[in-house]
C-alpha cells in the first residue's frame, strides 16, 4: 500500500485557517460557556424556586441532548423566531449554551464543597453576599473542580468538528474539503486526527499553566 501525505502539502494554508478558527471558537466558547457556568451555578443555588428550576430545565435539556441537535436548533430553528446568525456566530453560540450546561453542575459541586466559614468571613469583613462571593468563594470553588473544567474544555473543543456541518471553515471542514478533492481519505483523517490530539494535549497542558497561576497564592498560603 502507497501512501500519498505529500500530496497534502498543497493544501496547507486551508488547514492553518481551519486550525486557526478551531482556536479562536474554542477560547472564546471557554470564557463565555465559563461565565454561563458560574451564573447558573448561583442560579442553581438561589433561594427563589423558580429560578432554581428554570437553570435546572436548562442544564438537564443541554446534557441530554446532541451537541449537533443543539446546533442545529440555533442555525435553522432560530430563524423561525426571528433569530437570525451567521455560521460562526451560531457555532459560538451552541458551544458557549452547551458548555454553559455542564460548567453549570460542576461549578455548583465546587460551591458546595467550600465551607460556610468563608462566607462568614467576607461577612465578618463587612462585604456583601455578591463582593463575598466574588472575592472570597469563587476561587476556592473553582479550583476544587479544575480538573473537571479542563477536561470539559478539552470536550467542547474536540466537540466542534461538528460545526462543520454549518459550513464554519473549522479545521474539520478543511479535512473534508482536502478529502473531496484528492480522495486521499486515509491520509487526510489521519492528518485531521493527529492535529485534534495535538490541540487537545496543549489545551489541556495550557489550562494546568493557567490553574497553577491563578491557584498559585492559595496553595502558598496553605
Known amino acids: ?8 502539502f498543497g493544501y496547507g494554508g486551508l488547514v492553518l ?17 465559563l461565565g454561563l457556568g458560574v451564573l447558573g451555578a448561583l442560579g442553581r443555588r438561589s433561594a427563589r424556586a423558580p429560578v432554581r428550576i428554570l437553570v435546572g430545565a436548562y442544564v438537564e435539556l443541554i446534557r441530554n441532548t446532541p451537541f449537533i441537535v443543539q446546533l ?15 455560521s460562526v456566530e451560531a457555532a459560538l453560540l451552541a458551544m458557549i449554551v452547551n458548555l454553559g450546561g455542564y460548567a453549570t453542575e460542576i461549578v455548583r459541586a465546587g460551591l458546595d ?3 460556610r466559614g468563608l ?10 453576599r455578591w463582593r463575598t462571593f466574588r472575592l472570597v468563594i469563587l476561587i476556592p470553588a473553582l479550583e476544587k473542580v479544575y480538573p473537571s473544567l479542563t477536561g470539559q474544555f478539552v470536550i467542547i473543543m474536540l466537540g466542534s468538528s461538528v460545526v462543520s ?11 473534508s474539503f482536502i478529502q473531496s478533492r484528492t480522495f486521499l481519505s486515509f491520509e487526510t483523517y489521519l492528518l485531521v486526527g ?12 495550557l489550562s ?11 496553595q502558598v498560603a496553605a
Request: cysteine-free; charged content about 15%.
Open 1 to 8: 500500500m502507497t501512501f500519498h501525505f505529500a500530496d497534502l
Open 17 to 33: 485557517q481551519g486550525i486557526g478558527l478551531t482556536i479562536l471558537l474554542t477560547l472564546i466558547a471557554i470564557a463565555g460557556g
Open 72 to 86: 442545529f436548533f440555533v442555525f435553522f430553528g432560530l430563524p423561525r423566531l426571528g433569530v437570525r446568525l451567521g
Open 113 to 115: 464543597g467550600v465551607g
Open 119 to 128: 462566607w462568614e468571613a467576607g461577612a465578618s469583613l463587612g462585604l456583601s
Open 165 to 175: 456541518q454549518i459550513a464554519v471553515r473549522d479545521l474539520t471542514f478543511a479535512g
Open 194 to 205: 493527529a492535529i485534534y490530539l495535538v490541540l487537545a494535549i496543549v489545551l489541556r497542558r
Open 208 to 218: 494546568d499553566r493557567v490553574g497553577r497561576r491563578l491557584f498559585r497564592h492559595r
